[in-house]
């Protein structure tokens, strides 16, 4: 997703998504899986700042179809699955964890 004022973080985030297509281009030969997991919007030591400004809060809180931070304990399904052989055909995938934040 792209925002405002955040040009560097963004741009970082789109090319790990890019990162993960060409890794898993040239490792799948060796049967070496490469995905990634895009997290949303989690309360995160980062994010403490925004939480705690009304106006981001309101922000963010109303740009998830949740309505709300995630935590950190919601991403553990996604990469456990990624890890397990449930995951065996996967490659070059990316795995959203947003609480619907792209949804919008």
């Known amino acids: 997703m792209g925002l405002a004022n955040r040009t560097p973080y963004t741009a970082s985030k789109g090319a790990i998504v890019q ?13 070496i899986m490469v995905n990634a997991i895009c997290p949303g919007p989690f309360l995160t030591e980062m994010n403490i700042p925004i939480a705690e400004s009304d106006d981001a809060r309101d922000i963010i809180l109303g740009a998830t ?3 709300r931070w995630g935590h ?7 990469a456990i699955f990624l890890a397990s052989d ?16 792209t949804a919008r």
């Open 19 to 31: 990162m993960t297509r060409a890794l898993a281009l040239e490792l799948a030969p060796f049967d």
């Open 72 to 78: 950190l304990h919601e991403i553990q399904g996604a």
């Open 65 to 67: 179809a949740l309505r």
């Open 86 to 101: 449930a995951a065996s055909y996967m490659v070059g995938s990316v795995l959203t964890v947003d609480g619907g934040w």
